[in-house]
């Protein structure tokens, strides 16, 4: 389990690295390489270069304010977790970071190299969708911002040209009124989760005025569902409307039909979890 | 004997290098070499094909490769199949693969092309160049395949079945007809596999200058692989030397010998002149090191009003995999230990090891034992479920008593000789066990937690334990002019203690200082008679071994120091390494009794003078007895008549989470006999890895082959070897110390048994937590949640479980 | 079919205090790295995809898996490796570091394969929670895999360890 040969290049600005992605078709971003380098020493992938970001400048950063958190590519999972600021603004981050993998991973693993690898059963993936986050992306070309709900392209696809880089990532700060909740199964502690889900509901006073819920390892790509309607409902059954539009699959850790039941014993207790999270929200600031 | 350290909790002494990171693991050897090569093998992409052509034309040219090798390199023995270890004659149709593939492959992993480069990077590149045209055939997977034999395996097995054998006492399938009452169930065990932490690797140089090969192997049995080595390569066995460096865990996947690779860097390392290494990565792990566990097994029972065991008939089918190295040892150990503590009237038990398109089943931890015990724990459950019976009566009904033994069983053991049992007091057992985990009580429990809407259930399993088998190891012990006293034994350690532990033997027998023991295993150079280190034998025979050449050593130390002394032997003590006359001041330390046990004409020192030929010796008499020998040294060997077998009890207590089938350990209890403990600390901690080992086999680990033979979850990833957070959070330990007649120690092995109950508790406990039977091991949350649909009219939790008796 | 030449990289690194230079193609794992080009044997390679831990060094002073790193990315980096754990107290060995006292005196390790990785990763662990409850040493350690001791006695080694660092400091 060794690597196949690559070229390399450590660019210190960002213009060399874009101009270098620019240059090689078969050029890859290496920034904390937890999900690549075990693809490159199981050589399911054999990139002809890496382009290693980690001498970037200002690429680090984890800023927050009162619209929400700015993540630079070069922010270690680790360096978003431990933000007491960004989970103030966010409080979905922290319950969701700290069900990624494991804290040694963490340590190494980016937050934007995590939402652009694009894969459905990672969580901040689906979190950057449900938050209606974006990712800036750089280029020879210019920049521009991706939202999340048009980043996923297919199974660990995104929509990132090939000579564009992801710069950093916005997660929204949690309106008033709103609350968030988080929930998974996974096997071991700190494995891919068997199913995920985080919800986000926006309350109206005491009432629901809407409910979406993200879900991990139940689809191809990151999936938000709204189930507002299901929520307004009291005759309404939001997991039965989410599973609408899932597409849980068999694998060797758990059928489809076990997966379809966790997303229905889930589905509630989250929901009920985050609409709990925004009426305390609600109190707190009325306190304050 | 004195027992000042055995018995005591002494800490460890290899612990020091392996804390300090100054362990040397077979891939930390020869590291600052410039002249050493690394290896990468080639393997088989598919679980059944025919080889049509290798082309490696595409490698040589490769900048940094030095050699390739197919099956038409190789010459000699060495383009032979692999021996066939254990042969057996019920073993009818034994095959072993080659090397490299001659012109089949069957499995995904099997060695075909072998290359050594500058270093493992461009090796593997090198591999990535080789192509091999193959006709794909249709694999056989899985023991239902294999027995339908709609396809075969190997041509010249026409219904994949490797052995079929049987063994009876009395007259069972009689005594079930006869019986008031009777049940048959199917219990079927999935594959699992060692995964020590280190894999298998290889080094070895060929020294020009002397005609000497080394081979240092990450193997259990250094004299095993220095046969195979010497009879393969076509070298005398004084020519080869194999050194057992640090192992990073066995677990028995390192019994299995010679891998294709051991064989191929010694030859490498000849051919080419140079050092050669071979380092098995994760994946060639999964896929070329061996599995075990797989079995489907058929009983019938039948049994009076009481749950006694009139006759019991299992039927089994063993899956073996593509080829049988290590013989019909795994369903042999199934097929007599799974009577455990129980004496059925009358027992027959036949089985048939089966060939599949999968890698090769070698002993793993435990070695058939964990099926045996599922299997009869299972039917104590389903007869006490049949009888309305507290499980724990049922199993006291059954077992052997403390005036029984030795007990016969009337059968044919894993080494060939009767089984039977030497002793134990399994009554005395099951009483701790009860109070340990809180049999009595748990009604009481589960009621509470049933009022807080949880679920929970209690389980237990006993098992018997054959351990110790022969047929011998050996010791040599050298105490040396300094005082220090140097211990070889042959067989090997992947972690057990046994450089701590023997010393304490060592140091008590002779009466030495501890620190002043040093023992080495593993080293052909220091002890070229050995066995290996299998079946929880090394305690009971190397720690026999080294007490009894102490005891000579001691024995030549005092007559030695007798006579320097002018004292009677039996006035004399050893203390602290100074031989004494008890109760005067006259002594002298032991290494001047090496001094004076070897006669010498040129002094080396100031302490050897006194050895020297006008100081020493009776002028009219040889300086060496004709039926003595220079030195001060014990050698002698330990060959027991049979196995001893250690017992023991587990319990476990879990909660089912009625939501979402995740299954939760509340607490695990061991009761456990292995006779006298040299180390409760070393003791205590097998036994916490073998249970951790148990609740990955009962609850996470797996071999998920696909309908081709791919094996998919060759990764840490997808195999869910237990975490921290998977485990007990506590494991409550008890001892019971029946000491064994087999051997001068009284102790019986330790290090398979905490792994060997897991599959029948953690069923049982589930089983008693749903209310429906679990007949099939490892479950997943997915699957109790597919076992919860399929019982749901009738899914209520109640306490007693009903375990599918289609009785009568 | 001739291969061109695999570019050569040279790279400092800069190991328990010491600088080292190696040459070293770009897709040298630095676990290797550490292990073949420089000797340090202590870290070791349990899987090569970043799940069993046993190569967890500390990078910067944060456990990172040394098998998820190539040796080209970690020039900026001061890495401690098991070898640099023990202390210094005059002689030749050096002293056992408080984490690793604490395995000594629990039976914490058997086969010692996955111990450095267990080492590294509790060293940062207390350096960040000095006082954990058996509750948190159990997170401290639950992303390495050991297969010998069902980590019973390792939980015991972080307390111990952490009890140790007290009684160091106290008398220091």
Redesign the interface.
């Known amino acids: 389990m060794k690597p196949a040969p690559f070229a390399y290049l450590r660019p210190s600005t960002l213009d060399e690295a874009l101009t270098a992605l620019a240059g090689e078709q078969g050029a890859k971003v290496l920034a904390g390489g937890q999900s690549l380098v075990p693809l490159l020493s199981m050589r399911l992938a054999a990139p002809a270069m890496l382009i290693d970001i980690n001498a970037l400048p200002d690429l680090g950063s984890v800023q927050v304010d009162e619209s929400g958190v700015r993540i630079g590519a070069l922010a270690r999972h680790a360096e978003v977790l431990a933000s007491s600021e960004a989970a103030e603004v966010q409080p979905l981050l922290a319950m969701a970071l700290s069900h990624v993998a494991h804290p040694t991973i963490r340590n190494r693993g980016t937050t934007v190299g995590s939402i652009v690898h694009a894969d459905a059963a990672a969580e901040m993936p689906m979190v950057l969708r449900l938050l209606e986050g974006s990712v800036d992306v750089a280029s020879v070309r210019g920049r521009r911002t991706i939202p999340a709900a048009e980043l996923f392209a297919g199974p660990l696809e995104s929509t990132l040209a090939h000579d564009e880089l992801a710069v950093g990532a916005f997660f929204p700060a949690l309106a008033a009124g709103a609350g968030v909740g988080f929930q998974e199964i996974a096997r071991r502690h700190g494995d891919y989760a068997l199913v995920g889900v985080a919800a986000h509901v926006q309350l109206d006073g005491d009432a629901v005025a809407s409910a979406r819920i993200g879900f991990v390892s139940v689809s191809d790509v990151p999936v938000v569902v709204d189930v507002t309607d299901a929520v307004q409902d009291t005759a309404g059954d939001p997991a039965a409307a989410a599973l609408a539009e899932l597409d849980p699959a068999d694998d060797i850790h758990a059928t489809a039909a076990y997966r379809a039941h966790l997303v229905k014993v889930l589905v509630p207790k989250v929901l009920a979890a985050a609409t709990d999270h925004a009426r305390e929200r609600a109190r707190q600031r009325m306190d304050s | 004997m004195t027992t000042k350290l055995f018995g005591t909790k002494v ?2 002494v ?12 077979v ?2 050897l020869l ?2 070499d410039p002249r050493l090569l690394h290896s990468a093998v080639l393997r088989s992409p598919h679980a059944h094909a025919r080889i049509l052509d290798i082309d490696v034309s ?1 490698v040589l ?3 940094g490769v030095v050699a390739v090798w197919t099956w038409d390199d190789l010459t000699g023995p060495m383009a032979e199949p692999l021996p066939l270890l254990i042969p057996h004659p019920a073993l009818t149709h034994g095959r072993t693969q080659y090397a490299l593939a001659r012109d089949e492959v069957n499995y995904v992993g099997e060695a075909i092309a072998f290359v050594v480069a500058v ?3 461009v090796a ?2 090198a591999v ?1 160049r080789i192509r091999v045209d193959y006709e794909y055939l249709e694999p056989v997977v899985g023991i239902p395949a294999a027995r339908a034999a709609q396809r075969t395996v190997h041509d010249d097995v026409p219904d994949n079945v490797g052995a079929r054998m049987t063994q009876e006492n009395g007259d069972a399938r009689a005594a079930i007809a006869d019986a008031p009452h009777t049940i048959t169930l199917e219990l079927d065990i999935e594959r699992s596999a060692c ?4 894999g298998r690797g290889t080094v070895a140089r060929w020294d020009p200058d002397t005609s000497r090969l080394t081979v240092w192997s990450s193997t259990q049995t250094s004299t095993g692989v220095r046969g195979c080595v010497a009879a393969k390569l076509g070298l005398d066995l004084a020519k080869v030397d194999v050194i057992t460096p ?4 066995g ?1 028995g996947v390192k019994i299995n010998h010679p891998w294709p690779e051991e064989l191929l860097v010694p030859l490498a390392a000849m051919t080419l002149g140079r050092p050669v290494k071979f380092t098995e ?3 060639e792990h999964f896929i070329s090191s061996a599995h075990e566990r797989a079995q489907q097994h058929h009983v019938e029972v039948g049994f009076d009003d009481d749950g006694r065991l009139l006759g019991l008939n299992v039927e089994f089918w063993h899956d073996h995999g593509a080829y049988t190295p290590y013989g019909l040892i795994v369903p042999i150990i199934t097929s007599t230990q799974l009577l455990g503590p129980y004496k059925p009237l009358n027992y027959r038990v036949s089985f048939e090891s089966l060939y599949t398109n999968t890698v090769i089943v070698t002993p793993y931890r435990g070695a058939g034992r964990p099926q045996g015990c599922f299997v009869m724990e299972r039917t104590m459950d389903a007869i006490a479920a049949y009888l309305g019976k507290d499980r724990t009566e049922v199993r006291s009904t059954n077992f052997i008593q403390p005036d029984e033994f030795p007990y016969e069983h009337g059968l044919i053991f894993q080494d060939g000789r009767e089984l039977t049992y030497d002793s134990g007091d399994y009554p005395a057992s099951l009483a701790k066990l009860k109070e340990l985990v809180g049999w009595d009580e748990f009604e009481d429990f589960r009621a509470e937690m049933a009022s807080q809407g949880r679920r929970v259930g209690i389980g237990l399993a006993c098992y018997v334990e054959g351990t110790g088998v022969g047929p011998y190891e050996g010791a040599h012990v050298h105490i040396e002019t300094s005082g220090k006293v140097k211990v070889a034994t042959g067989l090997t350690t ?4 046994h450089q701590t532990a023997f010393a304490q033997i060592v140091a008590d027998t002779l009466g030495v200082r501890f620190e002043n023991v040093e023992i080495t295993t593993g080293d052909t150079r220091k002890m070229p008679y050995a066995v290996g280190t299998f079946a929880s034998r090394a305690a009971v025979m190397s720690g026999s071994a080294i007490h009894l050449a102490a005891l000579r050593a001691k024995e030549k130390a005092l007559r030695i120091a007798a006579e320097a002394l002018e004292a009677a032997e039996d006035d004399l003590e050893i203390k602290d390494g100074v031989v004494s006359v008890k109760g005067t001041d006259a002594s002298i330390d032991l290494g001047t009794v090496a001094v004076l046990s070897n006669p010498l004409r040129y002094a080396f020192d100031e302490a050897s003078k006194a050895a020297t030929q006008f100081s020493v010796g009776d002028p009219g008499k040889p300086p060496v007895d004709e039926d003595d020998e220079p030195g001060l040294e014990g050698k002698d060997f330990y060959s027991p008549e049979r196995s001893t077998f250690a017992n023991g009890m587990h319990a476990v207590i879990v909660e089912t989470d009625p ?4 299954i939760t350990i509340l607490k695990y209890a061991v009761v456990h006999d292995c006779g006298h403990l040299i180390n409760p ?2 003791v ?2 097998q ?7 148990g609740v990955g086999g009962a609850l ?1 680990e797996r071999m ?1 082959y696909d309908e081709s033979g791919q094996l ?2 060759a ?4 195999f ?8 007990p ?3 409550d330990i008890d001892h019971l110390e029946t000491p064994s007649p087999l051997n001068p120690l009284g102790i019986k092995g330790a290090g398979e048994a ?1 792994v060997i109950p897991s599959a029948a508790v953690f069923a049982a406990a589930i089983e008693d937590a749903e209310g429906f039977p679990i007949t099939a091991m490892p479950i ?3 699957e109790l ?2 076992l919860r ?1 399929a019982h749901a009219p009738e899914a209520t939790p109640t306490a007693a479980a009903a375990p599918a008796p289609t009785g009568t | 079919m001739t291969s061109q030449t695999e570019e050569l990289h040279d790279v400092r690194l800069h190991v328990n205090g010491t600088v080292h230079e190696v040459r070293v193609p770009a897709r040298r794992l630095l676990s290797d790295a550490l292990r073949h080009d420089l000797g340090l044997t202590g870290t070791h390679v349990g899987c090569e995809h970043g799940v069993c831990g046993a190569c967890t060094i500390l990078v910067d002073g944060s456990p990172m898996r040394a098998c998820l790193m190539f040796a080209v990315s970690a020039v900026d980096a001061e890495i401690t490796t098991v070898e640099g754990l023990t202390e210094s107290d005059g002689s030749a060995q050096g002293r056992l570091s408080p984490v690793q006292q604490g395995f000594s005196d629990c039976h914490g390790l058997q086969c010692g394969f996955c111990t450095p990785g267990f080492l590294t990763t509790i060293t940062a662990g207390l350096r960040d929670n000095p006082d954990p409850t058996e509750e948190e040493a159990r997170e401290m350690i639950a992303g390495n895999l050991c297969r010998c001791t069902g980590y019973q006695n390792i939980v015991k080694s972080v307390l111990r360890a952490a009890e140790i660092e007290r009684e160091r400091g106290e008398s220091a």
């Open positions: 800490a460890r290899e612990d020091q290098r392996f804390l300090r990171g100054q362990g040397r693991y891939d930390d590291t600052d595409d040219d490769l900048e270093d493992r990077y593997e590149d990535s995964t020590p932490m280190e640090d192992v990073g865990g677990f990565d994760r994946r992947q972690g057990q203690g939501d979402t089938a995740e600390m070393i205590e901690g036994i916490h890895g073998g249970v951790a080992q996470y998920a998919l979850n990764s840490f990833m997808d869910l070897m237990p975490y921290v957070t998977e485990v959070t506590t494991i905490g997943s949350p997915s949640f597919d649909l």
